[in-house]
């Protein structure tokens, strides 16, 4: 007899985490093989289903950085520790650690790309020793907007992390600062701190971008101007998954089903299906 893919599981919410007004992460239970940058379909009755990224993977659990957009994800606001979810997955291709292993490696990412490519960091943020270096350049619009200020204070402790937000008054920059130290939170694009980046070797050295496509584009274009080969960058198209399983087309970029193939690719890859 053949299974219904589209059939969801019930999980149940641990923890929620608020970041900003509209972002919470929903800590859920789970117990399976994930990775970073891979996606669940979350739903509720009635209301829809929303693809979510992995956030954080824990023992027993996975977080879903959700932010509140429309009709699902508008409800799934309304739902608190205790109650459970439906989901189905995990879908697509992930982060492999084992591909920045030994490397330096530079994460960029714009807003709430933090969230996929959040694991990634935190491996090795906390495993210093199977990677030459470690930056993080992280962009977000405002202060508010600002995700996983706790992770960023504490991943700066043995990573390069370059915090910066596209406009503050001086009277919020001087606050965000003080809230945010050790970190420095700079005023500027993602973009003008790559020209900043001291790389030993770029055949050693590996670079992650996830965030907005103008974002992508303009920091993939700095990554190869400062001499990184395109088989040593990364992308995660995550923004552009519906079903999960290839049936609906939404995704699909001439003969690639994104939420199949990707959300992840390499650039090598990645660089036909940008944006």
């Known amino acids: 007899m053949m299974s219904n893919e589209y059939i969801p599981f019930l999980s149940e919410i641990k923890e929620v985490i608020p970041h900003t007004s509209i972002e919470y992460t929903f800590r859920m239970t789970y117990e399976g093989d994930v990775k970073p940058g891979q996606f669940f379909e979350v739903s509720l009755p009635k209301y829809g289903e929303a693809p979510i990224s992995v956030s954080g993977i824990g023992d027993g659990t996975v977080d879903l950085t959700i932010r509140k957009v429309g009709k699902v994800t508008n409800e799934i606001f309304e739902q608190y520790i205790g109650a459970r979810l439906f989901l189905r997955g995990p879908y697509g ?45 992280a962009g977000f619009k405002s202060p508010e907007d600002i995700l996983f200020k706790e992770d960023l204070k504490r991943w700066s402790k043995t990573s390069n992390v370059i915090l910066t937000v596209d406009a503050a008054e001086p009277d919020e920059l001087a606050a965000i600062n003080e809230e945010m130290s050790p970190v420095t939170v700079h005023t500027g694009l993602v973009t003008e701190f790559i020209s900043k980046l001291t790389i030993g070797s770029m055949e050693s050295a590996a670079a992650v971008v996830v965030g907005p496509p103008a974002m992508m584009r303009f920091s993939i274009a700095g990554l190869q101007k400062i001499g ?44 036909s299906l940008l944006d």
């Open 93 to 137: 291709n992930g982060f492999d650690v084992a591909d920045y292993r030994g490397k330096e490696l530079v994460v960029m990412a714009g807003g709430t790309g933090l969230s996929p490519v959040r694991g990634v960091v935190d491996y090795f943020a906390t495993h210093g020793e199977e990677c030459k270096g470690l930056t993080l350049i």
């Open 228 to 271: 990184f080969p395109d088989e040593n960058l990364w992308i995660s198209q995550e923004r552009k998954m519906c079903c999960g399983i290839g049936k609906c087309g939404h995704c699909k970029i001439g003969d690639v089903y994104v939420c199949l193939d990707g959300p992840v690719f390499n650039y090598t890859k990645g660089r």
